[in-house]
């Protein structure tokens, strides 16, 4: 019988990984539905369709932004599908994109040692995706192109070449600052040590030209991207926020690749058993390399893995340029590593090894995570079986009581995520709506800001807390006064039960609704109740 190649299995990982994305009717995760409505939102823009409607509460920022291109992909893909159908066709474009640049940039690292971009998939599900940040999950995606690319032909530039290298580091730039800040240090650090090698071997004179003309080319064809980079740091307002990760707290959790862990804490377990998977393939590696005696190409991933490292730790407590750094910048070291590592030799079992393991941990995790994904997709089903009841150019109030969701018996959905703090802004998708948790309307690098006169997390607060608040509070009635008299058409109350009916603020909010608002559906799961303005 004839056996697997290492390629054939390659491609048998990444369509497993395809396996989350279609389990369910609706991939949930944390701000995927926010972007998704957003995205719909710009394709009205754009068509000229209901901004009379939207205009009073959106502006469109016209800036070329981080952030953009996953609102664009999810534009264009409505044009054609349902919301939920473009967000999946988005979703495996990543997955797609995501494996095969890592095994693109192995191949450039050490082509005889591609089998190891069977481990690079189990790195494509993480937990910020799954918090629903899609443009940083694509800018490490773009990382590897760009960053690949550019090793292939550092030292073959044509003009032709030179545009390609620049086009791609505009799309990088379009996806986030993350993937855009390492590959700039991957890249410095191959310039750096691959100069060294040259000087080394060729004398000053002969390794400075070399060096100065990777130089010259690399910013020439970087020059836009720095332009547009410069112009958006410039804007962007200065205000950073302290985690309370401590060193210690930081060590442990890369040391555990707390990253992977994306839902529930059952994960937990097989995430250290890809860690050390990793760092026992790092030591094979480092043994193999030792006993060679001499620096490889790929050597410079060591001062990579250096600089990730730094930058990780320096992302603690005050330090901390804004939240979620640390997680956001933890998968890089390890990804390094395991680029580090196709440098070693490894034996003929080792090779054909190394990917069936890899496999055995996808097959675990999927069995962990497929059925949180098809218990959220059902619930959030049970949340849009409301769009019957809502008409189109309303203004939609949101009342979440559960951000983490939760089953039957009231056990938490995802344990390790706010897996539906944003779940029901896929009705902004289906319905023309004004959605109050439109968060990404409060951040200046997104596509859609608030007007103030309307902004609802503003608009809505009662001695300095609003509906974002757990449990939730709003001043339903004073919104059409201070708003200048647009009231709010629907409140769409999610996950209310006897936990709690006694609250002060759940009081509050059902007075106002039994004196101003009609009751009219509940979900079949007594999951959302909708309220219609009398």
């Not at 003309?213 to 112009?231: G, H, S, W």
């Amino acid at each position: 019988m004839r056996s697997i190649s290492e390629r054939q299995l390659f491609f048998i990982l990444l369509a497993l990984a395809l396996v989350p994305v279609w389990s369910g009717r609706f991939f949930v995760t944390g701000d995927g539905p926010c972007h998704v409505y957003n995205a719909r939102v710009l394709l009205d823009y754009w068509q000229g369709n209901n901004w009379d409607f939207y205009a009073p509460f959106y502006n469109v920022n016209t800036n070329f932004e981080p952030n953009l291109i996953g609102h664009l992909c999810l534009a264009l893909l409505q044009l054609l599908l349902a919301p939920e159908m473009a967000e999946k066709v988005f979703l495996s474009g990543y997955v797609l994109l995501f494996g095969l640049g890592f095994r693109y940039l192995v191949r450039q690292v050490q082509p005889d040692n591609l089998f190891l971009s069977s481990v690079g998939v189990l790195f494509i599900w993480h937990h910020l995706l799954q918090s629903g940040f899609y443009n940083y999950a694509c800018s490490i995606a773009l990382f590897f192109w760009v960053s690949g690319f550019w090793l292939k032909y550092r030292q073959d530039w044509t003009n032709r070449r030179l545009l390609q290298l620049a086009g791609l580091w505009l799309l990088l730039y379009s996806a986030h600052p993350m993937g855009l800040v390492f590959s700039g240090a991957f890249i410095g650090s191959a310039m750096l040590f691959l100069a060294a090698r040259d000087v080394q071997a060729e004398g000053l004179r002969p390794g400075l030209r070399v060096w100065l003309l990777e130089i010259k080319n690399t910013t020439l064809a970087a020059l836009p991207m720095l332009v547009l980079f410069a112009e958006y740091l410039f804007r962007r307002p200065n205000t950073p926020e302290s985690n309370q990760e401590t060193v210690d707290t930081a060590g442990q959790n890369l040391l555990e690749l707390s990253a992977l862990v994306t839902m529930n804490s059952t994960e937990r377990d097989t995430v250290k058993g890809i860690a050390l998977f990793v760092l026992l393939l790092a030591l094979g590696a480092a043994w193999s390399r030792l006993r060679q005696r001499k620096w490889a190409t790929g050597d410079f991933l060591l001062l990579f893995l250096g600089l990730a490292l730094w930058q990780y730790f320096q992302q603690t407590g005050s330090k901390a340029m804004e939240l979620l750094l640390p997680m956001r910048i933890q998968i890089f070291p390890w990804l390094a590593l395991v680029l580090w590592t196709s440098t070693g030799r490894f034996p003929a079992w080792a090779r054909q090894a190394i990917p069936g393991i890899s496999l055995a941990f996808l097959c675990v995790l999927l069995y962990l995570r497929v059925p949180i994904h098809r218990a959220a997709a059902a619930q959030v089903e049970d949340y849009l079986s409301c769009l019957p009841h809502l008409e189109d150019r309303s203004v939609l109030l949101v009342l979440n009581y559960e951000y983490s969701g939760s089953d039957a018996e009231r056990k938490p959905i995802g344990n390790r995520i706010w897996l539906f703090n944003h779940a029901a802004d896929y009705i902004g998708a289906y319905r023309t709506a004004i959605l109050s948790d439109n968060y990404e309307a409060l951040r200046t690098y997104f596509p859609l800001g608030w007007n103030w006169q309307r902004d609802m997390y503003v608009l809505t607060d009662k001695d300095g807390i609003n509906f974002d608040n757990r449990p939730p509070r709003a001043d339903i009635l004073g919104y059409t006064l201070r708003s200048g008299g647009r009231p709010i058409d629907y409140v769409l109350v999610l996950n209310y039960d006897d936990r709690h009916f006694d609250h002060p603020y759940a009081r509050e909010i059902r007075g106002q609704l039994d004196g101003r608002f009609t009751f009219v559906y509940g979900s079949p799961g007594q999951r959302a109740e909708l309220w219609r303005r009398k």
